[in-house]
């Protein structure tokens, strides 16, 4: 008997698959040899070792994070392909982002580390069946950024304002707000195209944030006007629009602004 | 789950039903939660792992061909994330040798942690195709026909690639001393 065969006979029999006839040539095998004993031995104990391997529980959060992420986002069939292409995590500490770091370099502002949020915003569910409501805003500035799109929602008690900012590698997401404690504010971004990089803040009160796979957060617990800028680093041309989701007591407004993608020339 | 009641969630899904969605995660976490773990090595990217799978069958539920099983579908999925994560990472040693034991429980429980630990080692110094194999089999316990349609190779190729795995991981283990008795 060949060794291919005799390993082909040791590990059926140990995986439970063999024949009778197998199992019997097998037998007879291993009366006859030490060396082969030694090996299915040897093997045995690998699969005892396998078997004592444990599956191992999924972190709590995972399931609220991916239902949190989902809650944005369309009805599957309505999707459009390629959105979550490559899912970027928005804490992800590795340089896979070619862009970034230029990016960040080049804002030359200060910013807060992702890693300051507490990611203890609470969230409620978006509204799909609203439409998409507010008013144009007049261009920004912001140095070494080109205003792509903003909208303004006009609060019952307050207001919420968008844009969209673009340089070469990236954009700023610039929310201002100011509105009754709860009021929320969900920004949903294509993580296929867009990384979460950094957050400034300005006049920021004691907010709840949070960002998790693509969606930045704020809930408001003060009522002075608060403004983020949310830095998002692209990791490849195109993407979806940003998407907003305001709510605020009973009400609900949504929206979408456009990245304003570089073009060739630009 | 029965066939038909995953039929009804992916329906309902379908429809925009996060709940329902949140049923096929819940079938569905721990198993790609582990397979992800043993392919990547790492618990944090193995979380962000597995909820970019879900993520990305949910966008493309739609596109999901129901003769075949679901969770074929997302394995699949998981895989070729995993392997796009272990190619940019470009680290086929692995090891998150860090992995504790859980001191707090008896004697065995330490000791079968150990050996897992080892496991995990040894797992994640060996190249994709063996490593999938022995998940497939020994955590997941597919069988050979199960294995060859999720590898899209044919049994005896499984079969071969197992056989070789084994006789790798038993040398690894050997050196680590483990098994020895």
């Given at each position: 008997m060949n060794d291919k065969e005799l390993r082909r006979l040791m590990n059926d029999q140990l995986d439970g698959v063999a024949t009778p006839e197998d199992s019997e040539t097998l037998k007879r095998h291993l009366a006859e040899s030490p060396e082969a004993r030694a090996k299915f031995r040897e093997l045995g104990e690998v699969f005892a070792s396998l078997n004592r391997v444990e599956m191992v529980d999924p972190p709590s959060d995972l399931r609220q994070n991916v239902l949190r992420s989902i809650?944005?986002?369309?009805?599957p069939a309505q999707a459009r392909p390629g959105w979550l292409a490559t899912l970027l995590g928005a804490?992800?500490?590795?340089?896979?982002?070619?862009y970034a770091y230029p990016f960040v370099a080049g804002a030359g502002v200060a910013i807060v580390a992702f890693?300051?949020?507490?990611?203890n915003a609470r969230m409620g569910p978006a509204k799909a069946e609203n439409p998409f409501a507010g008013t144009m805003l007049p261009t920004s500035d912001l140095s070494d950024f080109r205003r792509a799109d903003g909208r303004e929602y006009r609060l019952p008690d307050g207001r919420v304002s968008v844009e969209t900012l673009t340089s070469e590698h990236g954009l700023i997401a610039k929310v201002e707000a100011q509105g009754t404690v709860g009021t929320k504010i969900e920004i949903a971004y294509d993580p296929a195209s867009l990384t979460a990089v950094a957050l400034r803040q300005r006049h920021s009160g004691g907010n709840d944030l949070s960002i998790a796979l693509g969606v930045f957060q704020i809930e408001l617990n003060d009522r002075t006007e608060n403004q983020y800028l949310l830095y998002l680093a692209r990791t490849k041309p195109g993407g979806s629009p940003l998407r907003v989701n305001v709510t605020s007591g009973a009400e609900t407004y949504q929206g979408e602004l456009r990245l304003g993608t570089l073009q060739p020339g630009d | 789950m029965a066939r038909e009641d995953e039929e009804d969630l992916l329906d309902r899904s379908l429809e925009g039903d996060g709940g329902a969605f949140g049923q096929l995660v819940d079938r569905h976490q721990k198993v790609l939660f582990n397979v992800a773990l043993r392919m990547v090595g790492d618990p944090e990217d193995a979380k962000d792992i597995t909820q970019v799978v879900f993520l990305k069958a949910y966008e493309n539920l739609g596109a999901?061909?129901?003769?075949?099983k679901f969770f074929s579908w997302i394995y699949r999925i998981m895989i070729n994330e995993s392997l796009n994560h272990i190619h940019r990472a470009?680290?086929?040693?692995?090891?998150?040798?860090?992995?504790?034991?859980?001191?707090?429980?008896p004697e065995e429980d330490c000791e079968r942690s150990e050996v897992s630990d080892s496991i995990h080692t040894a797992l994640a110094g060996m190249s994709p195709d063996y490593r999938q194999v022995i998940i497939l089999r020994h955590?997941?316990?597919?069988?050979y026909q199960e294995m060859s349609e999720l590898l899209e190779v044919p049994e005896k190729t499984v079969k071969s690639r197992l056989h070789t795995a084994r006789q790798l991981l038993g040398e690894m283990l050997s050196k680590k001393g483990v098994g020895r008795s």
């Open positions: 809650r944005l986002r369309e009805a804490f992800q500490t590795r340089p896979a982002l070619q890693a300051l949020l507490t990611g | 999901f061909d129901r003769r075949h470009k680290r086929h040693e692995p090891l998150d040798e860090r992995m504790p034991c859980h001191g707090a429980g955590f997941i316990q597919l069988s």
